[in-house]
């Protein structure tokens, strides 16, 4: 059974920075897709950043400029760097992984971010 395990997530200010992680198991990072989504209480998940097995990289308008997914293969572990955070960012973040973007098959816990003002 795959796992994914986030962590990262936490309590910044506008402006601040935070690096989510997502570890997986028994799941080969180099050879397939993983992305982040992030959802708020009573709204639909948004796709925030997701790399596919080729390496390359869409964003959600969320995450231009801002924020930068990548992936350690060697670690099996897939990154989310998130820069210049604002409090809009607040929300559970969810790391998930199949084959081809954006995969929805396995999905990790979640790790909540919250930016205050």
């Known amino acids: 059974q795959v796992e994914l395990v986030e962590s990262g997530g936490g309590s910044v200010q506008a402006g601040g920075s935070l690096r989510l992680s997502c570890a997986a198991s028994?799941?080969?990072?180099?050879?397939?897709?993983m992305a982040w989504f992030r959802q708020v209480p009573g709204k639909e998940r948004e796709g925030v950043a997701c790399?596919?097995?080729?390496?390359?990289?869409t964003y959600g308008d969320r995450a231009l400029g801002r924020f930068t997914i990548s992936k350690d293969n060697a670690k099996n572990t897939l990154y989310l760097q998130m820069n210049s955070l604002r409090p809009e960012d607040t929300g559970m973040y969810y790391c998930?992984?199949?084959?081809?973007?954006?995969?929805?098959?396995?999905w990790g816990q979640g790790t909540q971010v919250t930016v205050s003002s």
């Open positions: 790399i596919d097995f080729t390496g390359r990289i």
């Open positions: 028994r799941f080969q990072a180099s050879f397939n897709s």
């Open positions: 998930s992984a199949d084959t081809f973007c954006w995969p929805e098959k396995y």
